[in-house]
């Protein structure tokens, strides 16, 4: 019997704007960044981003490994190195802090309470008392909680994906 993985759409993205901005900065081309090249130059980039997703995201090792086109055993190695590489190898050091800086940089911003409940609002969100599902948006150290039957709960994810989509968020779903 075979096991369905679960991989998170949003990690998926916050993966590939980091390759995005990788490319960018390094001015490395996507496709050079996800083919097979180990010219030293391309692989310290491919390991800070990978370590980025992975120490400061928190991102699945399949996630990172499926973008990046990189075994997943490549990821792990790249996290148990990560602590020694970024102490005694500048040159990764340097891409490492220069990937990290630029990303900060592009970061999007948290919503307070008040800001996501006025989001709700002007898009026409009610949520409903006695529903059996929740939405749950975090947004920084804030989360708000929405109610929604099971009838209206796809039309109010597909309400919520664009107006929230400028901000720094995480939609978690309890049926």
């Known amino acids: 019997m075979s096991v369905s993985k679960r991989v998170s759409i949003s990690d998926t993205k916050?993966?590939?704007s980091i390759l995005d901005k990788a490319a960018e900065v390094f001015k490395i081309p996507t496709?050079?960044?996800k083919g097979a090249r180990?010219?030293?130059?391309?692989q310290r980039v491919r390991m800070a981003i990978s370590n980025i997703a992975r120490v400061e995201n928190?991102?699945?090792y399949t996630t990172i490994a499926g973008v990046i086109n990189r075994d997943r055993s490549s990821i792990y190695h790249?996290?148990?190195q990560h602590?020694?590489?970024y102490i005694s190898w500048k040159p990764y050091q340097r891409a490492y802090d220069m990937?990290?800086?630029a990303m900060s940089e592009n970061a999007k911003p948290n919503l307070n309470k008040c800001q996501i409940k006025r989001l709700i609002k002007d898009a026409g969100i009610v949520g409903k008392?006695?529903?059996?599902?929740k939405i749950i948006i975090a947004s920084g150290n804030t989360s708000h909680t929405i109610k929604s039957d099971l009838y209206e709960f796809p039309a109010t994810i597909e309400k919520l994906k664009p107006i929230l989509e400028q901000y720094e968020h995480n939609l978690d779903i309890q049926i």
Do not use: F
């Open 99 to 101: 990937l990290n800086s």
């Open 14 to 16: 916050v993966v590939q």
């Open 78 to 80: 790249y996290e148990r």
């Open 129 to 133: 008392k006695r529903g059996k599902c």
């Open 83 to 85: 602590e020694s590489w």
């Open 58 to 60: 928190k991102i699945h």
């Open 38 to 42: 180990r010219y030293g130059e391309i």
């Open 31 to 33: 496709a050079t960044l």
